[in-house]
């Protein structure tokens, strides 16, 4: 079995601060996490993953990811907010080619 | 270039109706998945299809209907059984493998009349 808890439905944070979505994982076996982003009336779009090796993936858009196995987390960070970065998030953890995902975070960028 | 078409963007189905939304991938990935997406509740799993001529239940399959005779497609129908089908529906696909990301549609957004 496996899940993904995604922590706070809404982030807001001002243009050019720091972005910081939480992700916490259930998997049975080694998890393969994803990040993915949706813009209004579109599909996702993956950012990043973590499959196996170094624990911090860099992903597009300035955007990275750490994965930390003692605490089953997989947050998301963007050290500086762009206005086009408002959109809906999406954790994913994968196994045998079926994906769980989280219920998202809407991010704001506020001027 | 190669990505995954959903038709129509927008769908209107009256009570009692049966109506099919189309997904096409040119990617030559062998599984596809339908999702349900409602506000505030993530991506839900309806069908989803490892290989030809076969496909699995999701978590919510009550109420619709799939078929994969080809590789490329992977149409869903939503039948009058499905008593709350307004939603966005996302089409994916991949190759299958446990660490690959799926590659998604723009989806189709279905609204009772």
């Known amino acids: 079995a496996q899940s993904v808890t995604q922590l706070g439905s809404h982030v807001s944070v001002s243009e050019g601060a720091l972005v910081l979505l939480r992700c916490n994982y259930s998997?049975?076996?080694?998890?393969?996490l994803f990040w993915y982003v949706q813009y209004p009336n579109q599909g996702l779009q993956l950012l990043l993953k973590?499959?196996?090796?170094?624990?911090l993936v860099k992903g597009i858009n300035g955007f990275e990811a750490e994965f930390k196995k003692s605490e089953t987390s997989f947050h998301l960070t963007k050290p500086s907010a762009h206005m086009s970065d408002a959109a809906e998030y999406f954790c994913?953890?994968?196994?045998?080619?079926?994906?769980?995902f989280g219920d998202g975070t809407t991010l704001t960028v506020k001027p | 270039d190669g990505g995954i078409t959903q038709s129509p963007k927008y769908l209107f189905r009256k009570e009692g109706q049966n109506v099919t939304l189309s997904c096409e991938q040119n990617?030559?990935?062998?599984?596809m998945y339908w999702y349900r997406q409602d506000p505030g509740q993530g991506l839900r799993l309806i069908y989803y299809?490892?290989?030809?001529?076969?496909?699995q239940k999701g978590d919510i399959a009550e109420g619709y209907s799939v078929s994969r005779e080809k590789k490329e497609s992977f149409p869903l129908t939503v039948t009058s059984a499905q008593k709350n089908p307004t939603a966005f529906y996302l089409c994916?696909?991949?190759?299958?493998?446990?660490?690959?990301?799926?590659?998604f549609g723009d989806g189709t957004r279905l609204s009772i009349l």
């Open positions: 994916a696909s991949s190759t299958g493998g446990r660490n690959q990301p799926q590659h």
């Open positions: 998997s049975s076996v080694p998890p393969y």
């Open positions: 973590y499959t196996t090796g170094a624990t």
């Open positions: 994913a953890v994968t196994n045998a080619g079926k994906s769980t």
């Open positions: 990617l030559n990935h062998d599984a």
């Open positions: 299809s490892q290989i030809v001529n076969d496909f």
